[in-house]
């Protein structure tokens, strides 16, 4: 079984500079065909390649999850089978302080949300997070993406 340990973070003004500086991103356009507290199942179109992706209920900052490879055209069909709204974002991918960090710019209805994530191998790992990070928001589901694919607007 996989299992996904994530922390998220909203993020404060001082993120711009740093995404200035990143190379471009990488565009994204997913989709929930079944997004419950229970399970989720996602389709994802990531630049030239789509997934399939199942998680399970969110336990803290941990949770089961299988992804697959799926061709792409499979994915486009999918799409519009999914929920009603697709989120779409582009995701720059950065080191820093040897961690693997995730910026999810989000476009569409959710636009002018920025996410930033990190995914642990140690969820007891200790963490020095930049002067561009607000507040921790890893057990707060309005910013679960399947949730935020249920709302034409921001809610939070």
Request: with cysteine; hydrophobic share 35%.
């Amino acid at each position: 079984m996989g299992l996904e340990i994530e922390r998220k973070y909203t993020v404060n003004e001082k993120v711009h500079d740093l995404i200035k500086g990143l190379p471009s991103g990488e565009e994204i356009c997913q989709g929930y065909l079944n997004s419950t507290p229970e399970r989720t199942v996602r389709v994802r179109i990531k630049g030239q390649k789509a997934y399939l992706t199942v998680k399970g209920k969110n336990e803290g900052i941990f949770r089961a999850e299988f992804e697959y490879e799926i061709p792409i055209d499979d994915a486009r069909k999918l799409l519009p089978l999914c929920e009603p709204f697709c989120i779409e974002k582009t995701r720059y991918t950065f080191s820093l302080d040897n961690l693997t960090w995730e910026l999810d710019v989000f476009q569409g209805a959710h636009s002018g949300l920025i996410i930033a994530e990190l995914e642990l191998e140690d969820a007891d790992l200790s963490i020095n997070l930049p002067e561009w990070i607000d507040k921790e928001v890893s057990d707060d589901p309005r910013y679960y993406n399947s949730n935020l694919a249920k709302t034409g607007s921001l809610k939070l």
